[in-house]
């Protein structure tokens, strides 16, 4: 079957520190992945996505890779801003029945 | 924007009651889901609809029940609530101009005392 796996938070960094939280998938076929944000008291919004092996997904200096060879799609940032703090999910998409499966958040919190 | 919006925001019920939530978009795509949010859980599919009266269900669909009657609207109906119920419930569109992305509405919190 299809999930995801993502890092445990919460994840507490100071600010301009680099950022890593981990996702790994299980998939039959080639699934499309993604990266959303979640500010508080917001709905979920598209952060960056890709959509075959090898893509790099980017949007406001975050970046994943998909990386069908380990199965990940790890979410990275040079450096992070207060601005930042958010709850951070992972997602596929087996481009099947048009349902996603999520990870169960990342929860990063950036100090000044 | 992705031209979704849900009503009501937030709700405070009792057990046994029902309770329908709406789910509204204003851009006539075909595809609509309900999703529940519960922390460790991330987001888990209850319903989704791939057009009008055309329903599926989840991951997560007992105790629930949808309904289409047109593009627009999407209804998530509680027909007897229970505390389990109490959660953060998200709608999502698939705009079909992206491959297979999701766009999500701002969310209802339900609270089933």
């Known amino acids: 079957g299809n999930s995801v796996t993502q890092m445990e938070g919460p994840v507490t960094l100071s600010e301009e520190a680099f950022l890593t939280i981990n996702c790994t998938y299980t998939a039959t076929g080639y699934p499309s992945l993604f990266w959303y944000v979640q500010y508080p008291g917001e709905g979920l919004q598209l952060l960056l996505k890709?959509?075959?092996?090898?893509d790099k997904g980017s949007n406001k200096g975050f970046e994943a890779t998909y990386r069908k060879e380990t199965t990940s799609f790890h979410l990275e940032k040079g450096s992070v801003q207060v601005s930042d703090s958010a709850v951070y999910f992972c997602?596929?998409?087996?481009?099947?029945?048009?349902?996603?499966?999520f990870g169960t958040g990342t929860s990063l919190t950036v100090i000044p | 924007d992705a031209g979704i919006t849900q009503s009501p925001r937030h709700k405070v019920t009792e057990t046994g009651t029902p309770v329908t939530l709406r789910c509204h978009q204003t851009e006539n795509h075909r595809y609509m889901y309900w999703y529940r949010q519960d922390p460790g859980h991330g987001l888990r599919l209850i319903h989704y609809?791939?057009?009008?009266?055309?329903?599926d269900k989840g991951e997560v669909s007992d105790g629930y029940s949808v309904s289409r009657s047109k593009t627009e609207d999407f209804l998530l109906t509680l027909e007897s609530a229970t505390s389990s119920q109490t959660s953060v419930y998200f709608c999502a569109i698939d705009r079909g101009l992206d491959t297979d992305t999701q766009y999500f509405g701002p969310g209802t919190r339900l609270t089933v005392l």
């Open positions: 890709a959509t075959k092996a090898d």
């Open positions: 997602a596929l998409s087996d481009k099947t029945g048009n349902q996603f499966y």
């Open positions: 609809s791939y057009g009008v009266k055309d329903t």
